[in-house]
């Protein structure tokens, strides 16, 4: 059995090989450590964020690979990977210009609280305002109002919101409907919805290119599930041809709903990270899938 003195001096021991630990080493890690911190919450607010999963598939395959010395893999990793880089480079070099301007609009000991990521989250369209959007979309759909309603969920919006008219106001049905009302200079376009809050009004939405879509699908109906094969976000559509209510979630579009089922899925959602796949379930359950023109 080892005496105090002995147990004291492999302490010692011990202690002499930990590495030495100085200001400037502090100082470089807390550095690191915010930048990490900053890009890991903007890469989780935009459609990079499915591309950092895309890359960590192919990260654990590279690994596989090394393991069990698949040659012909570790080739086309060792050859492609500086051409990949540049690749991503370009295809988000919008994405990467914003994040350097939001880093130098934001106020830095502001963002570094704990706090303000439990806040956003915590966020959540409100059953109150819920509410109101279904009854005006059940009041367009009654005078067959087109209108375009899209609900922010994790992916910020930003680049949409700035293609229409800001507005900051709280969501009632008498907002929605007076926006969506004929020869109004904000009917035109899509309301954009964050934070129980109407932010813009008369958004240009990307149209759809998939080939395989009804061609009796009207410009809204498209501008929405355009938006949602590229976002998150909740998309009602309440056709100007019809009147006839519609939700897109996921590049999926959902046609002819009621108010019921309307306010079943938005609570549901609210409640639950968006799963596209689960989405996919709710096709068929609503009565009468009728064409919608607009």
Same mark, same amino acid.
Request: aromatic share 8%; charged share 20%; glycine share 6%.
């Given at each position: 059995m080892?005496?105090?003195?002995e147990?004291?001096?492999?302490? +010692?021991?011990?202690?002499y090989q930990?590495p030495?630990i ?6 470089e890690?807390?550095m690191?450590?915010?930048?990490i ?7 989780r607010?935009?459609?990079a964020?499915m ?11 590279a690994?596989? !690979? $090394?393991?069990?010395?698949l040659?012909?893999i570790l080739?086309?990793? *060792? @050859?492609?990977?500086?051409v990949?880089?540049?690749a ?6 919008p &994405? ?8 130098? =609009?934001k106020?830095?000991?502001a963002?570094i609280?704990?706090f303000d &990521?439990?806040r ?8 109150d305002?819920?509410d &109101? ?6 009041e $367009?759909a009654?005078? #067959?109002?087109? !209108? /375009? ?7 910020r919006?930003d680049?949409?919101?700035r293609?229409?008219?800001?507005i900051?106001?709280?969501?009632? +049905?008498q $907002?929605?409907v007076?926006?969506f009302?004929? @020869?109004?200079?904000l009917?035109d ?6 934070? @129980?809050?109407?932010? *813009?009004a008369?958004?240009y939405?990307p149209?759809?290119e998939?080939?395989?879509l009804s #061609?009796e699908l009207?410009? =809204?109906? =498209?501008?929405a ?10 998309i009602?559509v ?5 009147g006839?209510?519609?939700m !897109? /979630? ?5 046609r002819n709903?009621?108010?019921?089922? /309307?306010k079943n899925k938005?609570l549901?959602?609210?409640?639950k990270t968006?799963?596209v796949?689960k989405?996919?379930?709710? +096709?068929? =359950?609503? +009565?009468?899938?009728?064409?919608? @023109? &607009?």
């Open positions: 080892l005496t105090f003195s147990i004291w001096q492999n302490i +010692k021991l011990l202690t930990l030495i100085r200001i400037n080493d502090i100082i890690i807390s690191i450590a915010f930048v911190y900053q890009i890991t919450k903007w890469v607010g935009t459609r964020w591309l950092v999963k895309g890359i960590a598939v192919l990260f654990v395959i690994i596989i !690979a $090394m393991v069990f010395q040659n012909t080739w086309i990793f *060792a @050859n492609t990977i500086s990949g880089i540049t991503l480079l370009i295809v988000f070099q &994405e990467l210009r914003k994040a350097l301007e939001q880093l130098g =609009r106020n830095i000991f963002s609280s704990v &990521e439990q956003e989250r915590s966020e959540r369209l409100a059953v305002v819920i &109101e959007i279904i009854k005006a979309v059940l $367009m009654k005078t #067959k109002t087109g !209108a /375009l309603i899209v609900i922010e969920q994790d992916i919006l680049e949409y919101e293609t229409g008219i800001l900051d106001a709280l969501v009632s +049905k $907002m929605l007076n926006i009302e004929h @020869n109004t200079p009917h376009g899509a309301v954009i919805v964050r934070d @129980n809050r109407i932010v *813009a008369t958004c939405l149209l759809s998939n080939m395989t #061609k009207g410009t =809204r109906h =498209r501008a599930i355009g938006l949602t094969e590229v976002t998150d976000s909740i009602i309440v056709s100007e041809e019809t006839h209510i519609s !897109a /979630l996921g590049g999926n579009l959902i709903i009621d108010a019921e089922y /309307l938005l549901y959602v609210q409640k968006v799963d796949n989405f996919k379930i709710w +096709k068929g =359950r609503h +009565k009468n899938d009728k064409k919608d @023109n &607009e």
